[in-house]
């Protein structure tokens, strides 16, 4: 064995971690931008799944509210004031006859009796209508995905 060979084994061995050292900064640094792009990508989707959480609620308590108050007169007024609670949140009352899934043009109010407002339906075999509520809202994301976007919700 040399000279040189002794003198380097001695010398790592005496400091130990010496021709390794920073590398675990460097790779801190290497894995930290993946890190950060799971910590948001996560947050934006728990906040996605919050803010639908938060529509399909409103939308089951306006339907379970519709339900419970069929002669309620307001309830197709009332469905557009949702739009001043939150920016960019809008709420239809929408109908259709219990034998075909197309929408009706317009949906006579509840409770109303006038031949103006009668049922569109009362010519059918089978003359009940369903009513629905329908939410929209656009998405509000913390962080920039780039590319990616989910501009809206609905339920």
Do not use: W
Request: glycine share 8%.
């Amino acid at each position: 064995m040399s000279a040189a060979g002794i003198f380097l084994t001695r010398m790592h061995k005496d400091n130990p971690g010496s021709a390794t050292s920073g590398s675990a900064a460097v790779e801190f640094a290497m894995v930290l931008p993946v890190l950060m792009a799971l910590v948001a990508g996560a947050l934006n989707y728990g906040l996605m799944g919050l803010q639908m959480s938060t529509l399909i609620s409103a939308a089951r308590g306006g339907a379970e509210y519709a339900k419970s108050n069929p002669t309620d007169s307001s309830l197709q007024t009332n469905a557009g004031t949702v739009t001043t609670l939150t920016s960019g949140t809008t709420a239809t009352l929408v109908c259709r006859c219990t034998d075909s899934n197309a929408l009706l043009a317009s949906c006579p109010k509840p409770g109303a009796t006038s031949v103006a407002n009668s049922n569109p339906c009362a010519a059918k075999a089978d003359p009940r209508l369903i009513y629905s509520v329908q939410v929209r809202t656009t998405q509000n994301t913390l962080f920039s995905l780039g590319t990616l976007s989910f501009s809206s919700l609905s339920a």
